[in-house]
């Protein structure tokens, strides 16, 4: 199993895969082919997961530390790690597998000075 197939499985990919944006298009003849979206999904999240800095990314990833900040720079900025996350969520919740007895809210109650600050 290659660290792509480790950090991004078929099915977190498969659920991945709709939220990412479209590829800008590109002028013929110009620039790099574009990085496989998955290889560059499991360095990020390789990353997010072990807090190692981009530019420690191992190599058997094939993708650069550059190419993976610049592309997750743009997925925060067009929210996939949100809808991601809420996407995961409904499909555990769906399957019945999170267990919301162990959840806590965390408020705070004050009540409101009268006239203001």
């Known amino acids: 199993m290659s660290d792509v197939e480790r950090w991004c499985p078929e099915p977190l990919w498969l659920l991945a895969r709709p939220l990412l ?4 298009q590109r002028h013929q003849g110009g620039g790099r082919r574009r990085l496989d979206d998955r290889a560059v999904l499991a360095a990020i999240l390789y990353v997010l997961q072990t807090g190692c800095a981009w530019s420690a990314l ?6 650069s530390a550059p ?3 610049r592309r997750f720079t743009e997925w925060v900025q067009a929210e996939v790690f949100s809808q991601l996350h809420q996407a995961l969520l409904d499909l555990l919740g769906t399957a019945g597998a999170i267990d919301w007895s162990r959840a806590s809210v965390d408020s705070m109650h004050v ?3 009268k006239g203001g600050t």
């Open 58 to 63: 191992p190599t058997s990833f094939a993708v």
């Open 67 to 69: 190419t993976a900040h």
């Open 21 to 24: 944006p479209d590829a800008p």
């Open 111 to 113: 009540r409101a000075v």
